[in-house]
Structures are given as C-alpha cells and as structure tokens.
C-alpha cells in the first residue's frame, strides 16, 4: 500500500500536506476518479473489509467500491497524509420507505483540522458533496449546483439538501442520512457489509450500480440503463439522457466509461427492493 500510488490513482499532484486546500482537492478527485460500485457481489465475488485487498481492488485494479470500501480506504489515505479522521456509523434514509436503514449501514468520515470538524463521504452516490462539509453550522451549505446542511437533533446529525426544484430560502429540506459522532473502526462494519451483498431490502443487492461524478455532471448504470445527468448552470437546467443497454454491451460501456474491467462476468440486474421488516 503506497501513498503516491494512490494519489496518482485519484489524479491528485502537488504537495500532500494536512491542509484544508488538500482535504477538498483529495475529496473531489477521489468522486471524480473512482467509481461508486457494487459490481463484485454480481460477478462471482465477495467484498471484504480488510485495507490490503481493498487497496489492491481500488488502486491497483482500478475499480470503485460501495462506502465501506472507499470510505474505508480513504480514511487510511488522509490518515497517511497527515489528517486527524475517525470513522462514523450513518443511517441512510430510503426514499421508497421514508425511513432509515440499521445503524452501521453506512461508512462515513469525520476530520479535525485546525479545531474544526469536516464531514467526508466518498462512498455515496447520488446525492452525495463532492467536497467536505462543515459540521461546525447547521446554516445551509452551497457546493456548485447543490446546497445541504447538517442539522443536530437529540443527539443524532441530520445531513440534508435541497433538490434542485427546491432551492431558495423557503426551499424544503430532504433528509439524506443521520449520524452520531460515536467512533467507529473498519471491522465494526463487518456485518452490515455482508447484509448489503445478501438482503433483498438492499439495493445493492437488488441493482447493479456503477456511478463516477463527472465535471458537470454524473454518469450512472443501472442494471441496463445508462444515465447521463447534466448539472445545472446559468444558460441551462438539470437534464438526464437514459440509454437502454443489451446485456452484451454492458462490459464495454462498464470499460470505456466507467474504467472497470471485471475479471467474472456481471450479471445485470435491476429489481425492486422489499421494504425491511424492521423499520429506523
């Protein structure tokens, strides 16, 4: 496990000092380079939690992983470079339910520079930052097209944003996920990380999911679906194009677009998920 092999892996250059500058700039390069996926679980292969295999499947194959992997892995990143992080357990809420998934359901990245606290996630997806947050204000936060807040509430935090139909002082506010301030370590994510390959109330088990922020954009696959959502700007709104996919097509657009060559072949699929029994 090399530290400037990975750095060149996320497309970062210059100096790797504990600074705020590289904290963001690390952030956004790793969404912008290393693919939100949950390919392994559909191609013959297990996710195991463990930093060397990790590193090897991110850094040296090039692929993505689901949170666990690369928040995971990013937490060893900026612990190399300096950072003060601590891992965290978040609830995701379902858009399908309204309510929120077990605790450790989701990995999530807390750091302290210069007595300020910054919450990172690499490992989301859609609607995920692409930089980190400020978990010193519950005021909203603007980050390009987008805008969150992290709100505290009988002992839980609250991340939100606001849709981009929503956006303005009266815009109402949408629930992404909450989380304690409680420290975590890798293996205390062993079990829900075998729950998401094996649950049908997960969607990564239900879908394969392969996403990677773009400049301007995200691309996304979807069992057969390719999608390309384009940010708003000043000149224009949030647009999406879907590209339906036959089965043989997908290994090609999964290289050419996303840099992920499996070494199994992928089995697509995209169903519903079944409500959990026990609701959070």
Request: proline share 6%; hydrophobic share 35%; net charge negative.
């Amino acid at each position: 496990m090399d530290v400037n092999t990975y750095l060149t892996r996320i497309g970062f250059s210059g100096p790797a000092e504990p600074t705020l500058d590289v904290l963001r700039s690390v952030h956004l390069c790793h969404q912008l380079t290393v693919p939100f996926e949950n390919l392994t679980a559909h191609s013959g292969g297990r996710v195991q939690l463990q930093l060397p295999l990790l590193y090897d499947k991110i850094v040296t194959q090039r692929r993505g992983g689901f949170c666990f992997e690369n928040n995971g892995l990013f937490s060893w990143l900026l612990g190399q470079l300096g950072f003060k992080v601590t891992m965290l357990s978040g609830q995701v809420r379902s858009l399908k339910t309204g309510y929120y998934g077990p605790p450790l359901d989701h990995l999530i990245l807390v750091v302290s520079l210069d007595g300020k606290r910054w919450l990172c996630d690499v490992g989301f997806g859609t609607p995920g930052f692409s930089t980190p947050l400020s978990l010193e204000t519950s005021d909203s936060q603007e980050l390009g097209h987008r805008v969150y807040r992290i709100r505290e509430a009988e002992g839980m935090h609250f991340l939100e944003w606001q849709r981009e139909e929503n956006r303005g002082l009266d815009g109402e506010w949408t629930e992404i996920y909450k989380f304690t301030l409680e420290p975590r370590c890798l293996e205390d994510f062993a079990e829900m990380c075998e729950y998401h390959q094996d649950s049908p109330c997960s969607i990564f088990f239900c879908k394969t999911v392969c996403m990677v922020l773009k400049p301007g954009g995200r691309l996304t696959y979807i069992g057969r679906r390719l999608i390309s959502a384009t940010f708003p700007t000043q000149s224009k709104g949030f647009e999406t194009t879907t590209r339906e996919l036959r089965d043989e097509e997908i290994p090609e657009v999964l290289s050419e677009e996303f840099g992920i060559v499996l070494k199994s072949p992928l089995v697509p699929k995209d169903e519903a998920i079944t409500p959990p029994p026990v609701m959070y």
